[in-house]
């Protein structure tokens, strides 16, 4: 079966961290980007960051820069997004999804999506 899937989502207080992962199966993450978006309760979903084959990061939320950082281990075929300094703003439930094209596209026209993991930061 084809599906990506986030793990590494949880309880964290404000200003901890979290490491999410976002894996393959059935195919290998290799050729494609990898976006991670976050939906709060209540709003739009937003735009993360999204990493290229190549490695080359793009950040749709320039807020993000500096607590979030996107990195790919082709060999496990996963994708990692750390994230530091959290606080409760972060609170949402995040998605990777894959995307055949190099570059990275806003346009959400990819070719899978996983089921989401949630993030909660409260104290």
């Known amino acids: 079966q084809v599906q990506l899937v986030e793990s590494g989502g949880g309880l964290v207080q404000p200003g901890g961290s979290l490491r999410l992962s976002c894996a393959s199966s059935?195919?290998?993450?290799?050729?494609?980007?990898i976006h991670w978006f976050r939906q709060a309760p209540g709003k739009e979903r937003e735009g993360v960051v999204c990493?290229?084959?190549?490695?080359?990061?793009?950040y749709y939320t320039d807020s993000l820069k500096g607590r979030f950082t996107i990195s790919r281990d082709d060999a496990k075929s996963t994708v990692y997004l750390q994230m530091n300094g959290l606080n409760p703003e972060d609170t949402a439930v995040y998605y990777c999804?894959?995307?055949?094209?190099?570059?990275?596209?806003?346009?959400?026209?990819?070719?899978?999506w996983g089921q989401g993991t949630q993030v909660t930061v409260s104290s």
């Open positions: 999804a894959a995307d055949a094209r190099l570059g990275c596209y806003g346009d959400s026209l990819y070719d899978y």
């Open positions: 059935g195919f290998t993450l290799d050729y494609y980007a």
């Open positions: 990493i290229t084959k190549s490695h080359s990061s793009t």
